[in-house]
């Protein structure tokens, strides 16, 4: 596997462990193309092409979705194989003339490449990690505000900002089902779906109980506030997966949607809020104008949720796809520290940068990429 962190190369360019380093990232991309399993891949493409240049592709409209939806995931993944493989095929390249050359520019251009290849290497070879049974669904995140007041209430506000940015950087499509308000500032709660190949497996490391620290803009007196905030991912459902709730164990309710501060963005009672009476599941939507449509809404959370707390259960590890997560001490999975000196640190991975606006600012693809690496270690663990 490749090396966790960047690495420094202190060797002259123009030396042999420059084309050892190509080597090696040859080897890692032939085993990557093992796991992927490339040639399959292709051959999915071209069926698929085939369907979807069928006349009558669109008569199933819902069956037409999944159909380009696992086209463009797959042409996707294959132009990102293919692509990083020509970029190591023209680095070779580049090197030999440069050498040719003598030209001091292009090896400098050279290591720069190497530089970005390797890192490029390493996320596509955490991409193969990703094997678990919903991995590779979309995710649907819920961040609500823990222990800490207004604090916590911003802090929630801050994370959701954060995984946004995130989905923004990556150009996925985000989807926000419900936003709770709170009284003076930030947010309650929100739940949002980030539509893309692989964002459940990517993100579930996320779950859990985040930590800020700082100095408080909500305190006249200028003091130090500790804020909690808990995430929950869960996988976003296809119409395959089966999870049936009887109407008589789920209770409806309807109100107005509202904004920051309770201000009434709503004249009608067009907002639902679900109630799985068995477990106590609470989902709401408010996104739409419609009722029926903010239930619809409402009922795909629900089902995700409940889909998640089965597995689950099924497996006696509750938080393997839920996370149990109370916002609270004790239970903090990563620490975002601004006061007294600047620190985002993963409490399970060690992994920590000293750039918290960074982080907040959507550049949260190491603290992933540790996670899945971590996550695969403490399964291979659990297995010996």
Excluded at 8 to 23: L, N
Excluded at 205 to 216: D, F, K, M, Q, Y
Excluded at 340 to 358: H, M
Aim: aromatic share 6%; with cysteine; glycine share 6%.
């Amino acid at each position: 596997m490749a090396a966790l962190h960047p690495v420094a190369y202190p060797w002259p360019v123009a030396g042999p462990d420059f084309e050892t380093q190509i080597k090696q990232l040859q080897a890692t991309m032939h085993t990557i193309e093992q796991v992927l399993d490339v040639e399959d891949m292709r051959k999915e493409i071209a069926e698929l092409g085939e369907q979807v240049a069928a006349p009558d592709l669109w008569d199933d409209q819902a069956n037409a979705q999944k159909i380009t939806g696992r086209l463009s995931t797959l042409q996707g993944e294959l132009d990102r194989f293919t692509s990083l493989q020509s970029r190591i095929d023209d680095l070779s390249v580049l090197l030999e003339l440069s050498r040719e050359e003598s030209d001091a520019e292009s090896l400098a251009e050279a290591e720069a490449e190497l530089h970005r290849i390797h890192k490029a290497v390493e996320l596509l070879e955490v991409r193969t990690l990703l094997s678990g049974e919903y991995d590779a669904r979309e995710a649907l995140v819920t961040i609500r505000s823990g222990a800490g007041g207004v604090d916590a209430a911003d802090f929630a506000e801050m994370l959701m900002r954060m995984y946004t940015r995130w989905a923004e950087r990556n150009k996925y499509p985000v989807e926000v089902f419900d936003t709770s308000y709170a009284e003076e500032a930030g947010l309650k709660s929100a739940t949002f779906a980030i539509h893309a190949p692989y964002a459940y497996g990517t993100l579930s490391v996320e779950a859990g109980t985040h930590r800020l620290v700082r100095i408080s803009p909500f305190d006249n007196q200028g003091r130090r506030q500790t804020s909690f905030a808990a995430v929950e991912v869960v996988p976003v459902l296809e119409q395959t997966d089966e999870i049936e709730i009887p109407e008589d164990e789920i209770r409806v309710d309807v109100y107005r949607s509202s904004g920051p501060g309770g201000q009434s963005v709503n004249t009608t009672d067009s907002a639902v809020r679900l109630t799985h009476i068995p477990t106590g599941t609470v989902v709401s939507c408010q996104n739409e104008k419609s009722q029926l449509q903010n239930k619809a809404s409402a009922m795909v959370i629900l089902k995700a949720k409940l889909l998640a707390l089965k597995k689950a259960e099924e497996r006696a590890h509750l938080d393997e796809l839920r996370g149990d997560v109370q916002g609270s001490w004790g239970d903090q999975m990563r620490n975002y520290v601004l006061h007294p000196y600047q620190l985002v640190k993963d409490l399970r991975t060690e992994f920590e940068v000293g750039n918290p606006q960074a982080v907040f600012d959507g550049d949260i693809d190491a603290f992933l990429e540790a996670g899945i690496r971590w996550r695969r270690g403490a399964d291979k663990a659990a297995q010996n």
